[in-house]
């Protein structure tokens, strides 16, 4: 059976439909950041994140805690912010990053968690 070219567009606009509706207009846990649909790698502020920081502790220590989803079948890890915390002996947070790492249409996502302070 041929495509004919009613068949080729209606497949192209249900395409760019799931992908404006997921990949490219990413509201990740710590805001809005931009996406790629091939590949997404930035790190961006955490700005819609709920935590009390406190602007005159310094930056000195660093913590990351990740979570990851293969093929949007499976995900695991512990992205939050105590996870961070935790992982960098933090007490008071100075400001906390969000990092993304997005391959081929979701087929693997890495979001971190990325707090500051001391």
Same mark, same amino acid.
């Given at each position: 059976?041929?495509? %004919?070219?009613?068949?080729?567009?209606?497949?192209?606009?249900?395409?760019?439909?799931?992908?404006?509706?997921?990949?490219?207009? %990413?509201?990740?846990?710590?805001?809005?950041?931009?996406?790629?649909?091939?590949?997404?790698?930035?790190?961006?502020?955490?700005? %819609?994140?709920?935590?009390?920081?406190?602007?005159?502790?310094?930056?000195?220590?660093?913590?990351?805690?990740?979570?990851?989803?293969?093929?949007?079948?499976?995900?695991?890890?512990?992205?939050?912010?105590?996870?961070?915390?935790?992982?960098?002996?933090?007490?008071?947070?100075?400001?906390?990053?969000?990092?993304?790492?997005?391959?081929?249409?979701g087929l693997y996502i890495e979001t971190t968690t990325i707090v500051t302070g001391e």
């Amino acid at each position: 059976m041929m495509l %004919n070219l009613k068949h080729i567009a209606l497949g192209a606009a249900a395409a760019a439909a799931l992908t404006l509706t997921g990949c490219a207009s %990413n509201l990740f846990p710590g805001g809005p950041s931009p996406a790629g649909v091939l590949l997404t790698n930035v790190t961006v502020p955490a700005q %819609n994140l709920a935590v009390a920081t406190d602007k005159d502790s310094g930056g000195k220590k660093s913590g990351e805690a990740s979570s990851r989803a293969i093929l949007g079948l499976v995900a695991f890890g512990d992205s939050g912010i105590s996870a961070a915390m935790q992982a960098g002996g933090i007490q008071k947070v100075h400001h906390v990053d969000h990092r993304v790492h997005h391959l081929l249409f979701g087929l693997y996502i890495e979001t971190t968690t990325i707090v500051t302070g001391e």
